[in-house]
């Protein structure tokens, strides 16, 4: 029986993606969409997710959605679903050539795939590389996030507000997820070279402590790359 799509993913031309979901993937994703847009889609303002209705597309990038949508899926179980809307969010990121959207997916998707590592769902290296890729846009991101935050700051001085009120540095989830993985892997220098790296570009994150520790253990490790007790 063929399946018509309609709302939001038909809009977004998503229908092709949504119907290689499974029918229990396709009906958690749309229950957590009518949980955040529940009252708006009651009133005809917002579309349903996959279904005819009145209103229109949430206010909202299409790579935007769909990484609120796998942020909505908080349980540890529902990590291997999200991974799979992350996948689509960053493909959609990537084709609308929006790094700030980029950066937002690949934040949620490096904590969303460590925390299926640990949980033996995908391996180190599937880890490192979405680290890796959060990395390579790490320097233009930054930028367009302190120039997000310059407009806000500007339109609330506006109002009367102290700029001192709201001096704010981001962390990078990327940077600081890859230098723990390095780090127990015992690649100190590639440790320090990471920290310094992130330092440099403006990130907040513990990296001068970091530094220290990997250059002290560097100091104690023996030609063999053992560390002496």
């Given amino acids: 029986m063929s399946v018509k799509v309609g709302g939001v993913i038909q809009r977004l031309n998503l229908t092709n993606w949504w119907l290689l979901l499974e029918i229990e993937q396709r009906q958690?994703?749309?229950?957590?969409?009518?949980?955040?847009?529940?009252?708006?889609?009651?009133?005809?303002?917002?579309?349903?997710?996959?279904?005819?209705?009145?209103?229109?597309?949430?206010?909202?990038?299409?790579?935007?959605?769909?990484?609120?949508?796998?942020?909505r899926l908080v349980i540890p179980d529902m990590n291997p679903l999200a991974l799979i809307i992350l996948r689509k969010a960053e493909e959609e990121a990537i084709q609308s050539g929006n790094i700030f959207d980029l950066h937002g997916v690949y934040r949620n998707y490096v904590e969303r795939i460590y925390s299926s590592y640990t949980s033996g769902f995908v391996t180190v290296d599937e880890v490192i590389s979405i680290c890796e890729k959060a990395i390579a846009i790490s320097e233009g991101a930054f930028s367009a996030l302190m120039a997000y935050h310059a407009v806000n700051v500007a339109k609330l001085v506006e109002m009367g507000y102290s700029t001192d009120e709201f001096e704010w540095k981001p962390g990078h989830e990327g940077y600081r997820r890859l230098t723990m993985i390095r780090e127990k892997q015992k690649d100190y220098i590639g440790v320090i070279s990471l920290c310094r790296q992130a330092e440099e570009q403006g990130w907040n994150g513990d990296w001068e402590k970091r530094i220290a520790r990997c250059q002290q253990k560097l100091v104690k490790m023996d030609i063999n790359g053992k560390l002496i007790k």
């Fill in 28 to 71: 958690i994703i749309e229950g957590e969409y009518i949980f955040q847009y529940s009252d708006l889609i009651k009133m005809g303002e917002i579309l349903p997710l996959a279904r005819e209705g009145r209103g229109d597309i949430p206010p909202i990038t299409t790579a935007g959605l769909l990484d609120l949508l796998s942020m």
